[in-house]
C-alpha cells in the first residue's frame, strides 16, 4: 500500500519540482534583475503573502466565498442536469425541443452571456452562481442522458412483458444503468463550477469579493507577489475540488458496478 502511495505521488512531486525549476529559471535567468518584479521567484512570492496577515486573510476569506458558490453552483446544475435529461429521455418531443438549448449554453461563450446576466441579476452573488451554473450544466445533461439511453433493449423487453409503468422503467431500469454516466458528469462538473466560480468572481465585484475578484484587483496593481500566490490557490482549489468527486465517483461506481464498462458522452 504504501509503495503503490509513493508510486503515485512520485510523479505529482517530480511535475511540481519541474514546474518550480522553470520557474526560478525564468527569474534568474531569462528576466534581467530590473525587470524580476514580473516574475518574482517562489520564495519571494509565497513567502511575501504567506508572512502577511493583511493578504493571506483576505485572500483565504475571498477562497471561501468561491469554494461556496462553486458548491452551490454545482448542486444546482446537477438538479437541472439531471431533470432536465430525465424529462428529454422519456418524452421525444421534449428531446427535439430541450437539447438544443442545452447545446447553446454549452457552446456560447460565456464571456458574451456576462453583461445580460450582471443586467438582470446584478452584479452580486447570485450572478455568480448563474455563471457557474451555466458552465457546468451541460455535462450533467449530456451524460445523463446518455445514461438513461443506455439500458439494453433486452431489459426494456422484460420490463414491458411484467408491464413496467414508466415510472418503474426509470426507476428501477434506466437510473441504475445510467449512475456511471451521471458520476462522469458529475466529476467534468466539479471542475467546471470551479472555473464558473472563479469567472463570476472576477466579472461580479458587488459583495464580499471572492479569490477571483482579488485576482481582478491584484492585476490592476501589478501586485505579483499576492497575485501568483492567489494564482496557486485557485489551482489547488480546482485540483481538490476534482479530485475529491474523482474519488467519489472510484467509490460508488467501482463499488457498485466493479469493472464494467462505464458510459460518457
Known amino acids: 500500500m504504501r509503495a503503490g502511495a509513493l508510486a503515485r505521488g512520485l ?5 511540481l519540482a519541474g514546474i518550480a525549476a522553470v520557474w526560478y529559471a ?5 528576466l534581467p534583475p530590473d525587470q524580476r518584479f514580473l ?5 519571494q512570492a509565497y513567502g511575501t503573502a504567506v508572512s502577511n496577515a493583511s493578504i493571506m486573510g483576505p485572500m483565504l476569506e475571498g477562497l471561501g466565498r468561491s469554494i461556496l458558490v462553486a458548491i452551490i453552483g454545482l448542486v444546482i446544475a446537477v438538479v437541472l442536469g439531471i431533470g432536465w435529461a430525465v424529462v428529454m429521455s422519456q418524452f421525444g418531443w421534449a428531446e427535439k425541443i430541450l437539447y438544443p438549448y442545452a447545446v447553446i449554453l454549452q457552446t456560447i461563450p460565456i464571456l458574451a452571456l456576462v453583461p445580460l446576466i450582471g443586467i438582470w441579476m446584478g452584479y452580486g452573488f447570485p450572478a455568480r ?11 450533467m445533461i449530456s451524460n445523463t442522458f446518455f445514461g438513461l439511453q443506455s439500458a439494453g433493449a433486452d431489459a426494456h423487453d422484460l420490463m414491458t412483458l411484467n408491464r413496467a ?8 431500469l434506466e437510473f441504475p444503468a445510467a449512475v456511471p454516466s451521471i458520476f462522469t458528469g458529475l466529476r467534468t462538473a466539479a471542475g467546471l463550477s470551479v472555473i464558473g466560480a472563479i469567472v463570476g468572481d472576477y466579472f461580479f465585484q458587488q459583495g464580499a469579493p471572492g479569490i477571483g475578484g482579488l485576482l481582478r484587483v491584484y ?12 494564482v496557486t490557490l ?4 480546482g485540483v481538490v475540488f476534482f479530485t475529491a468527486f474523482a474519488a467519489l ?17
Open 11 to 15: 510523479p505529482v512531486v517530480a511535475a
Open 26 to 30: 525564468i527569474s534568474y535567468l531569462v
Open 39 to 43: 516574475l518574482p521567484p517562489p520564495h
Open 129 to 139: 452562481i448563474a455563471v457557474c451554473v451555466i458552465i457546468a450544466v451541460f455535462p
Open 165 to 172: 409503468t414508466r415510472a418503474q422503467r426509470l426507476f428501477k
Open 219 to 230: 492585476t490592476q496593481r501589478l501586485s505579483m507577489e499576492p497575485l501568483l500566490t492567489a
Open 234 to 237: 485557485t489551482a489547488l482549489f
Open 249 to 265: 465517483d472510484r467509490a460508488v461506481v467501482g463499488r457498485w458496478y466493479g469493472s464494467n464498462p462505464r458510459g460518457e458522452r
